[in-house]
């Protein structure tokens, strides 16, 4: 039974260090059970003791606990041997994970290795008459196991704290991408369109379901521009070039809006890249000011020039 609950306390830790060596718990797990096959394996005579064997100790109050006879036994040694490989196991599992475990986790870890083992030694006392109780290693076992378990439900608890504040701040993002005069266009890795926010169909005019899961280069760009943007986009994934960039997008009436993108990569939760967000401001009005200011200057040029020279000829 001590061996039983001894595996399942060293999965537990295992799994609350977050140590994922599975041919180490393996390796635990076969030699806690090779001591409970050992267990059974020698006579009782050898196992306990030729002399004495079990005998039980009377208490004050009437009742009576199994005691082992004094010196050395073979269940001795393999309780020890058990206590000791739970107790280095937990040692080791936790230096490893000083600088990654959260510090609360590691107190309680190393003070229910040190509660064992000094309700081991209590135990060998009273197996050598010395003290007259019950034996206390079944409890601080069975102790430390409740402590493992409940452990993960505060952790749970945090998760689930967090999660609502990722939650919040989701909304809050969504809510922003939904209100703000800026296009905001997620692409997959093959240039597929997965997100699109309103002001991007407000501007272009195409519903929702007309830009979800579209090529966007074959679709959404003009074609003298389709292949340069594309080869761009495959350098954003691959490189994380072109931060920034400008190109054209049509509308659902072929009207083309000059964007001015600003790219990013995005990745899933093994850190793989999955596409691109891209949020795009309209400077299409801006480049026509600026057009326009340029055109004017030009005709204000040419009057220059030509009051110039008509000026010589007069």
């Known amino acids: 039974m001590t061996q039983s609950v001894t595996i399942c306390l060293i999965g537990v830790i295992f799994y609350l260090l977050k140590d994922a ?22 006579p009782d005579n050898l196992l306990f003791g030729n002399d004495e064997g079990i005998n039980l100790l009377d208490l004050s109050n009437s009742d009576k606990i199994p005691i082992i006879g004094k010196g050395f036994t073979w269940w001795r040694a ?3 041997m058990t206590m000791l490989m739970f107790a280095f196991s937990t040692v080791m599992l936790l230096m490893k994970g000083l600088k990654t475990a959260h510090h609360k986790k590691i107190i309680v870890l190393f ?20 003290i007259r109780s019950v034996y206390l290693l079944p409890f601080a076992v069975f102790s430390l196991y409740l402590i493992l378990n409940f452990i993960p439900f505060l952790y749970l608890l945090e998760e689930v704290a967090e999660n609502n504040k ?21 692409l997959n890795r093959m240039g597929h369109v997965e997100f699109i926010n309103p002001f ?22 003009p074609p003298n521009v389709s292949y340069t943007v594309q080869g761009a986009f495959i350098e954003i994934l691959n490189f994380e070039f072109h931060p920034h960039y400008n190109n054209p997008i049509l509308t659902k ?30 400077v299409t009005e801006d480049l026509r000011e600026k057009e326009d200011v340029i ?15 008509n000026g010589k000829d007069s």
């Open 21 to 42: 060596r599975k041919v180490i718990v393996f390796l635990h797990v076969v030699f806690i059970c090779l001591l409970v096959i050992l267990s059974f394996l020698i």
């Open 78 to 80: 393999i309780t020890d």
């Open 111 to 130: 003070s229910g290795t040190g509660l064992i083992l000094l309700a081991a030694l209590f135990d060998h006392f009273i197996d050598f008459g010395l």
């Open 166 to 186: 990722i939650i919040m701040q989701e909304i809050k993002w969504q809510n922003l991408v939904n209100e703000a005069d800026v296009i905001v266009v997620g």
């Open 200 to 221: 991007f169909l407000e501007l272009t005019g195409y519903q929702e379901d007309e830009v979800i899961g579209k090529d966007w280069f074959e679709f959404f760009l």
């Open 253 to 282: 009436s072929k009207e083309e809006k000059m964007i001015r993108w600003f790219n990013v990569r995005t990745r899933d939760q093994h850190e793989n890249i999955t596409g691109s967000v891209s949020i795009g401001v309209d």
């Open 295 to 309: 055109n004017k200057l030009k005709v204000a040029q040419d009057l220059i020039d030509n009051f110039k020279i």
